[in-house]
């Protein structure tokens, strides 16, 4: 098999439990994922041995049964997000990209970045017409949108590298398979969704989309209609027998690549040589990274580093607020008063123009004029985060808003929107935080004929052109411009806590975009300096603020007092707007003992899975 992994492991594996394949097999599609609250059966009322928290019950339902089952956090992630790309098609994906954030129990934890690649000869025009302007939809909607997937190779790295050798990749990905070829009910979330992806929307647009998503008399599917993928069943056979190579290759490879010829013909697009090739898919690697690692309040937070920016941004935030006396500006229900919302909301402000301005893919990529040199686009994390230039952004927060805030510049001297993460924490202690995406709802909307499964668009997170805002509003530079072999700057945020730098007292993450980030950092705020339970820190309101545009967003349940006090005396200017991401998390108390929370804003569910080996 063809490495589809940098920092490649060759441990042989012993595969332990052949039984568990067949139990696994008998438990896909049985109901027993409850969420928070339902009362258990006397029977499972055994040693918590683990938790899983994701957008949609049935895949915490596959989750929690392989942790049951004896596999850790890595195979319960694995064998979840599978799932995800069968039942939750407006994000869990085949065809998108994500990362993966592992901490053990004991020693360092790892990221496995299998963000989308942009195809070779892609180049920073490549959205703009002869003027210079930009072609509306090209970034979204076509198969110009369209990166290297890169969730098949990181689902299996994580697997290979931290899985527990109880269960093969192909076991994992046995429910998926069986519920593909099976068939599962339409829920709420899922039709809703559908529906307001047409008529006009992206799935109707697509007829391969149409065919799968749209009934056979018209309109989308609607709740409680069977949803069945038997192409999308045979590509994740092909995936579980031969890994990465039966995806990146072979009969997946040709329908996908044939898929973007068809459409491309079709639109009219004539990208010809340029689209994306062969080739750019036997390429594809997953990259492992160090986790981008800060303290606050005396935690060790772990995230993501480059080429996602929600660990930078996170820890810039954290570490401002790190100095600034939180503890004293509780309002009377314990959360944060209007001065304490101001002080996250500048914080926010400061963090997104550094990232605006310098965040990026740190990786080098050959130079389209360096006649076979490689170019590099630093990132200057060492000074966005160095002492100095915190204690100075510290100091410009003052009583009121100040949208005029630049970036950090370099002095002479030194150098859904959509997307779905699930939280999973085993017997062991160890943490999986795992965020993936097609980028938009729904990705591109461009369904691989007949291997039934739908494309990202996430080439739209490029800067595409200085000051175009992308679909999220946010605006770039020179640090995320598009080359071909370069990563989108991403805002998602794979988040673990760790206290006494071993014992994990967080995992979280959450779909959204930017909201991703800001979302993240209100609910472990909430936890850490307000001392909110996991449940109550999650539902709480939320604001979010991301440089440009200037105004704050706010979400409706934000009590009057508190977003008045934010405009007058803060003078915060305030816009409309969605404020918060889809919380997935898990809290561990003292004694050891995990709680899961799934947003309340969200179709998620919690999974409590119960075994010998309890915590
Ligand atoms: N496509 C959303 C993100 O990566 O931030």
Redesign the pocket.
Known sequence: MAARLRLLLSAERSWRAQAAFAALLAAAGAPGCKGPGTPKPPELQRPVAGVVVAEQSLAVEVGQRVLEQGGNAADAAVATALMLAVVHPQAGNLGGGGFALWVPHVGEGEVVDFREVAPRRYQQDLYLDADGEVVARRSLETPLAVGVPGSPAGLHALWERHGSGSFSFAQLAAPAIQTARGGFTVGPYLAEDLASSGPGGRIAADPTARARFHRPDGGPLREGDLLVQEDLAQTLERLAAEGPDGFYGGRTAELLLQTLRTVDAREGLLAGDRLMDAADLAAYEATVRAPLTGWFRGFEVLSVPPP?SGGFVLLQVLSILDGLPLETERDEAGGPTARALHWWIEAMRLAFADRAEHLGDPEAFPDPEGQGAMRTLEVPLEALLGAEWIATRRLAIGERAQPGVAPWVPTPTPES?E?THLSVLDAEGNAVALTT?L?GTFGSGLLVEGAGFLLNN?LD?FSIQAGTPNMFGLVGAEANQLYGGRRPL???TPTVVREGGQRVVLVLGAPG?PR?ITSVLQVLLRVLVHGQPLEEAVAAPRVHQQWRPEGTALEAALPDGLRTALETTHGQPLRTGSAAGLIQAIAVDPTGQPTGASDPRSDGAVGVARGPKGR
């Open positions: 996602s929107p997307t995406t980028n996430e997170d991403s805002s998602m975009g991703i």
